[in-house]
């Protein structure tokens, strides 16, 4: 009975407005999910790089050490960072001798290198 039933209105109408129909609803759903799953990931991303940058400064830093949880002053370390050392020899075969001493003078070819007093844990590099 019903096997015999369906045969007649299949190929009369239903598939040909059938499969055209269900294709658009596919292709705009899809459309719209993309750009809002794409926008809250980095907007988040930039505010942490922000408030981790600005924490530390060039000299002792006061910061929540995320080891002891203790709130700390940063015992710091002060060291010559390697391009000084290959400005230096760039700046003696163009400029001589004379010139292998601006690079250990300068202030941006130094890093600080920041560690908890208590627990001594490396917190960051500025
Ligand atoms: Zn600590």
Same mark, same amino acid.
């Given at each position: 009975?019903?096997?015999?039933?369906?045969?007649?209105?299949?190929?009369?109408?239903?598939?040909?407005?059938?499969?055209? *129909?269900?294709?658009?609803? !596919?292709?705009?759903?899809?459309?719209?999910?993309?750009?809002?799953?794409?926008?809250?990931?980095?907007?988040? *991303?930039?505010? !942490?790089? !922000?408030?981790?940058?600005?924490?530390?400064?060039?000299?002792?830093?006061?910061?929540?050490?995320?080891?002891?949880?203790?709130?700390?002053?940063?015992?710091?370390?002060?060291?010559?960072?390697?391009?000084?050392?290959?400005?230096?020899?760039?700046?003696?075969?163009?400029?001589?001798?004379?010139?292998?001493?601006?690079?250990? !003078?300068?202030?941006?070819?130094?890093? *600080?290198?920041?560690?908890?007093?208590?627990?001594? *844990?490396?917190?960051?590099?500025?």
């Amino acid at each position: 009975m019903a096997a015999t039933i369906a045969p007649a209105q299949y190929g009369m109408e239903a598939p040909p407005p059938y499969q055209p *129909t269900n294709q658009p609803i !596919v292709h705009t759903t899809y459309t719209q999910a993309q750009p809002v799953a794409m926008q809250p990931v980095m907007t988040s *991303t930039n505010t !942490v790089v !922000v408030q981790s940058a600005g924490r530390l400064g060039k000299g002792p830093s006061n910061i929540l050490c995320n080891n002891c949880h203790q709130n700390v002053v940063t015992r710091t370390t002060r060291s010559l960072k390697g391009e000084a050392w290959l400005l230096a020899l760039v700046l003696c075969c163009l400029g001589g001798i004379l010139c292998v001493w601006i690079p250990f !003078v300068m202030d941006s070819m130094y890093e *600080t290198t920041h560690h908890c007093p208590s627990c001594n *844990t490396f917190q960051g590099t500025t």
